[in-house]
């Protein structure tokens, strides 16, 4: 009997009732096609196309080298034939290969070349994943090493230059030794190389670390990033400010979120893409102000192996990071005059290219832009661009400084007593009248940030059941104790001088600000300082 009249019908055993099925003396199982590609497609996606393609790679060589070591034994006189390899492969139901050629692998000529038509595994990467950019009949081309090498006597390797799976119209197939192949093998050959499961995982986990470290890295970058509940809105300003956030949400603009700092723009971006349909993809922030112009190039657009000192490998950026998502560019007004072009060409286009590689690839995410800076202003002083200006503010959201919206102060605050008392593991339940009141006196110029601070502040320090007054940061406390008199009463000039110094204090030795809250001209402030310094005190 030679290969050409080798008939699945004779090969296959079977009972009618099923259980065990044998091909040619070795048990086997039937899958379906589909769930097959599902297999594929969650290797891919949990492990990365490299770790996928790998496996599969190996998968097919050790089917190979089953089939042909398995065929050795049971029918030594088809064995010697060289064409029961490719015929085996058909028996399979992986492909239908055509054109088949054998040489002996002496000339230039590849030891084996074939055409593979139908092939399973170019119709199931296309059915689950769209077309590739690569050759993906990856367990085939594996087989036919496996069979081959085993066949041969030596190592042969099969690389597949066109693929259906790639928009060729038949995959084609060459295997040639590793000493015939040269340089060409370079590419393809960890893939056939075994590497065992603790390895993948190895690696897969320290990728997996080295990820949770810049995530860390950039979530200490993003000043804003702590997770501010500023939506919480009993005030009629933020309560404006949510709903029209909300109504942006359900449209793809471009929006930039413009307050002081310290008023939660963040929070404001998130909610955005929490209500958006792109609420299931990537949420990705970063801060422009934080990077320099080279760093903040390569963090976004990513970069080629070898394309700057360090580059020692290829990176996605967070354009790409964020596909399908929304993409938080905080402080964008700090961004250098080149970056903005880089940017604008972006957003233009919905295309980026990797530092280091002209080859552009599509992007597909939505902006929300932040400052803290007068936009328009910065576009009249040419220092921002106006094409990107327009670009990114489709939509403005104002979010207003915490002063404007006193009514949520202490909500706010109850929120982060809580929070900070539940961290630091003591039971601090409330404010002291006074303390309340104080917060809602002082001015916020740091907005929620200042608050939270200031309430961590004071959970950490206070020892009773009740934050007071004097838990609060200094800068927060009123300068003037009590007016009551404890036992003799004193000189008017030193409780002024006193009351002076301490508002001073208070002020961070700011003399303008301390002259505007005593309110007194500042001249004035001057002299009573010259004043206290002339008769011995330190001021
Ligand atoms: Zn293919």
Known sequence: MQAKDLDLRELLSF?????????????????????????????????????????????????GRRTA?????????LFADSWTGPKLHMLHGMMVAEGAKRNDDSGAAPLVESFWHESYEAEQHLLHLGRSDMSVCWTLTGF?????????????????????????????VEGRSKEKWGDKLEPHLPYFQSESGDEIFKKLADTL?????????????????DDTPCVTARSEAMRKTLDLTRRVAKVESSVIVTGESGVGKERIARLIHD?????????????????????????????????????????????????????????????????????????????????????????????????????????????????????????EIKVPPLRERTEDILPLARIFLEEASRR?????????????????????????????????????????????????????????????????????????????????RATGNNRNRTAAELNIGIATLYRKLKGYEKAGHTV
């Open 144 to 172: 036919a090493s496996g069979y081959v090498s085993y066949w041969a006597g030596k190592e042969i390797y099969f690389i597949e230059d066109r693929c259906c799976g790639k928009g060729d119209a038949v995959c084609h």
């Open 275 to 395: 209500e958006s349909a792109r609420a299931a993809r990537p949420f990705i922030a970063v801060n422009c102000g934080a990077l320099t112009e080279t760093l903040l190039e390569s963090e976004l657009f990513g970069h080629a192996k070898g394309s700057f000192t360090g580059a020692d490998k290829d990176s996605i950026g967070l354009f790409e990071a964020a596909n399908g998502g929304t993409l938080f560019l905080d402080e964008i007004g700090e961004v250098s005059p080149g970056m903005q072009v880089k940017l604008l060409r972006a957003l233009q286009e919905r295309e980026i290219r990797r530092v280091g590689e002209n080859k552009p690839r599509a992007v597909d995410i939505r902006i929300v832009a932040a400052t803290n800076r007068n936009l328009v202003e910065e576009v009249l002083a040419g220092r921002f661009r106006q094409d990107l200006f327009y670009r990114l503010r489709v939509i």
């Open 424 to 504: 630091a593991g003591n039971k601090v339940t409330g404010f002291t009248p006074e303390a309340a009141d104080q917060l809602l006196r002082y001015d916020w110029p740091g907005n929620i940030r200042e608050l939270q601070n200031a309430v961590e502040h004071a959970v950490a320090i206070c020892i009773g059941s009740r934050a007071t007054l004097g838990d609060l940061p200094e800068e927060l406390r009123p300068a003037l104790p009590k007016a009551t008199v404890v036992g003799s009463i004193r000189h008017l000039e030193d409780i002024e001088r006193e009351y002076v110094l301490a508002a001073m």
């Open 69 to 77: 070591e398995s065929l050795k034994e049971e029918f030594p006189k």
């Open 209 to 225: 670390k080295e990820t949770e470290k810049r995530l860390k890295k950039r979530q200490r970058q993003l000043s804003c990033l």
């Open 15 to 63: 009972t009618p009732e099923g259980g065990v099925m044998h091909f040619m003396g070795r048990r086997v199982l039937m899958f379906d096609a589909v769930a097959l590609g599902l297999l594929r497609k969650e290797l891919i996606e949990s492990m990365g196309i490299s770790a996928a393609r790998s496996i599969l790679t190996r998968f097919g060589y050790a089917h």
